[in-house]
């Protein structure tokens, strides 16, 4: 009798095990479900943290391309509201970082999904295979942090994009980076650096930029709040 309760106990350790397994360790080692969508998306392994939450890669391939990227787990919600509130041939006009996470995992358009040449010159991007020209990334961050709502509107026309993605990040521990790519001084705009938005951060002439106005709430002709969340504001480009 003992040795068939020795038996039993053998195989439900064993039974437990490839239950973890199967179910437990992929879950610890790749990250959220994407969706998988046109693109068949995939996200891998956890690489860091932003804003105290995952980080993890995410590849998919475009036109016979296969794009590497990342998938921000504060983006998860707006993911979602995108998938399900958008049509298919919706574009954004974001910054490059959240790029492959819109297109590879809602199958929606980005204006840039990569780092420049000249992004990665100034080490403010690790080196990829993938670029998008210098003027893109320019133009998209001209749309951030000009003091001209008619620009910023300009900008995402050029490109087609009819909706415009901001994160509280961008308001904080990016734009320093984005401005000095820019070619403009980070201390004309922000009195400090924060990780997230905050608006007395903030110098008067930074108040006066359309990513300040849009994360602050205020209204921006042409720009129209769809979507908001924490860390997240969507607007539609009209």
Known sequence: MRRIQIVGLALAVVLIGVTVAVFVIPSVLNG???????????????????????????????NGIQENGYYYGFMSSSIAWIKTNTPSSAAFMNWWDYGDQIVGCTGRGSVISNPSTRL????????????????????????????NATLAHSVAANYGANYFLITVADGGERAPYVLTYLGLKPSDYMVSNSTSFSAGSWTPLGQQTIVYKLLDGQTVPGFTQVYTDSYVKIFSVS
Not at 39 to 59: E, F, K
Not at 121 to 142: C, H, I, P, Y
Request: contains cysteine.
């Open 32 to 62: 959220p479900a994407c969706g998988g969508g046109v693109y068949d998306a995939r996200v891998g392994s956890l690489i860091t943290t932003d804003l105290g939450q995952p980080v993890y890669n995410v590849t998919f391939t475009r």
């Open 120 to 147: 990665i010159a100034l080490k403010f991007s690790a080196n990829q295979t993938e670029r998008d020209s210098d003027q893109s990334l320019t133009d998209v961050g001209t749309a951030l942090f000009t003091t």
